[in-house]
């Protein structure tokens, strides 16, 4: 069964607008989770961790929230470029070190237009 | 700068033939790990290791082995290859935090 879900499965938005990806999950342990930045065929690239029972982070353009009560994510991005295309991928650890498992979600594919 | 690399980036096969995927990290981590990418799914564990010598099985293990010979490399074996073994595949390495390789597709015809 999927653990972790996200939404939607893909976003069409124009140069400059802003928008809103969501995870949930029933990964129990949670310890963390994290965002990650696809471009396609290529690796992950972090952009986000948090980690606290209700925390928010921001990188630039890029925030996070999560509510560990609600198990529920998101990631924002603002005023987005050309070069947010890519697909962004949640995924919940249960442990804070390597002996932990990394759930991954399938992935929300944003689609930045002119 | 923490890296992994993968070699080759792309390969192509034919159903029962025999496919070797390296990984290489320079992070002095011990675990390292195999996923595979599909469409609709997220990344899925195959096999992952705990240091030179150890091999512990993931999610997805069938039809896949893997071998650690140094801290440093990490193969996954495809011996018998399959069409549903067409996907991508990603090795990692971690410490407190996971850090990925760029990807390796493999097509079997």
């Known amino acids: 069964k999927t653990q972790v879900e996200q939404s939607p499965q893909s976003l069409v938005v124009r140069q400059g607008e802003n928008c809103v990806l969501q995870c949930n999950y029933s990964v129990t342990p949670d310890n963390h989770l994290r965002w990650f930045k696809q471009d396609t065929g290529k690796g992950l690239v972090s952009l986000t961790v948090?980690?606290?029972?209700?925390d928010k982070t921001s990188n630039g353009r890029y925030s996070a929230t999560l509510d560990k009560d609600a198990k529920h994510s998101t990631l924002h991005i603002t005023a987005t470029l050309l070069d947010d295309t890519a697909t962004y991928i949640c995924?919940?650890?249960?442990?804070?070190?390597?002996?932990?498992?990394?759930?991954f979600g399938a992935g929300t594919q944003l689609i930045v237009i002119p | 700068e923490a890296a992994v690399t993968q070699s080759p980036r792309n390969k192509v096969t034919v159903t029962g033939g025999n496919v070797t995927l390296s990984c290489r990290q320079t992070?002095?981590?011990?675990?390292m790990y195999w996923y595979r990418q599909d469409t609709g799914h997220g990344l899925r564990l195959i096999h992952y290791s705990y240091g030179a010598g150890n091999l512990q099985i993931g999610d997805v293990p069938d039809g896949y082995k893997a071998t650690r010979t140094t801290q440093e490399d990490f193969f996954l074996l495809l011996e018998l290859a399959s069409p549903s073994q067409t996907s991508l595949y990603f090795c990692?390495?971690?410490?407190?935090?996971?850090?990925f390789g760029p990807g390796t597709r493999l097509t079997v015809l």
């Open positions: 948090l980690v606290d029972q209700k």
């Open positions: 990692a390495s971690s410490g407190a935090e996971q850090f």
């Open positions: 995924v919940v650890g249960d442990r804070g070190s390597a002996l932990g498992r990394l759930h």
């Open positions: 992070n002095s981590h011990n675990y």
